[in-house]
């Protein structure tokens, strides 16, 4: 690999300033994966880099999983790294922590390029392969650090804090969208819950269990009847309580009350006595 960005400044490049200032050019290549490396550059550490992710590929190849296809989109802020399908960004390598670029003159299929991680602060080499354009896209990380370094200049070296600026929003901006997503699975997934815990089997019928007292038993209630019980030796259930047994007492008798016995229940010297105590409780006045 002996392609970096020391090319000579008298080669046209491929594409306009303006569309690696104000939009981004687009390739789609297999992406090998990543790995740390030693060195911020150098032709070596690339190609140590290049046989490690080439064998971690064999191994997956041979489990049956496939290279992953991204799509590039390089500007002159950097080398988005994105699902060709989702569109979802997985790396954003901002220019300014790029610190070489090559592609493989053994093996014109692959290219790399060297980033500098703005949380570990390791240094980091992307492999991807590209049947027909590694040339091509290693030209164009070229031509937007040259583009890069000539408005780096003319603003006296303030749009360097202002890209440092955009990628930490973007970051951000990465970082929030990831939490909402999360969030609304984690809502849909109790959405879920609370239906399914409202609906009730097919066929099934849902019954309110009945109060107890604080004996765990069901309060009698005296107005609804006694739904007898069939008897253990096959014979017919009794006949329910007519309305005078239910007046009764445990014992079978019924109970008494003086006041409204017949007067021939009780001898007459009772009986005398009982009228004149029912007088007496007809006119108001005390018991002695």
Same mark, same amino acid.
């Given at each position: 690999m002996n392609r970096a960005f020391n090319r000579k400044r008298d080669k046209s490049w491929m594409h306009t300033p303006e569309a690696l200032a104000k939009h981004f050019i687009a390739y789609n290549a297999k992406f090998l994966g990543n790995t740390e490396v030693d060195q911020p550059k150098g032709t /070596?550490? #690339?190609r140590d880099a290049v046989r490690k992710l080439k064998f971690q590929r064999h191994i997956k190849k041979s489990e049956g999983q496939k290279v992953? +296809? #991204? /799509?590039?989109q390089i500007s002159i802020y950097g080398v988005k790294i994105l $699902?060709? +399908?989702t569109k979802d960004v997985l790396h954003n390598c901002q220019l300014h922590r790029i610190s070489f670029c090559a592609d493989d003159k053994t093996d014109k299929r692959?290219?790399?390029?060297?980033? +500098? $991680? =703005?949380? =570990?602060? +390791?240094?980091?080499?992307? #492999?991807f392969d590209s049947e027909k354009c590694a040339e091509e896209i290693t030209l164009t990380i070229g031509q937007a650090f040259d583009l890069a370094y000539k408005k780096f200049l003319e603003s006296g070296g303030k749009d360097v804090e202002t890209r440092k600026q955009i990628g930490t929003l973007q970051k951000r901006i990465q970082e929030l969208e990831s939490e909402n997503s999360e969030l609304k699975k984690q809502l849909q997934n109790l959405e879920e819950q609370l239906r399914s815990s409202k609906v009730s089997p097919a066929g099934s019928i849902s019954t309110k269990p009945p109060s107890t007292d604080i004996f765990d038993m069901i309060p009698f209630s005296p107005v609804e009847p006694l739904v007898p019980l069939p008897a253990s030796n096959g014979a017919p259930p009794p006949p329910p309580a007519r309305a005078a047994d239910l007046r009764k007492d445990l014992f079978g008798a019924e109970p008494f009350d003086p006041f409204i016995c017949g007067a021939a229940d009780f001898p007459p010297d009772i009986q005398s006595k009982l009228d004149e105590m029912q007088r007496q409780r007809w006119r108001g006045s005390k018991w002695d």
């Open positions: /070596e550490i #690339v992953p +296809k #991204v /799509e590039l $699902d060709p +399908k692959i290219f790399t390029f060297i980033c +500098k $991680d =703005s949380e =570990s602060n +390791k240094h980091l080499c992307y #492999v």
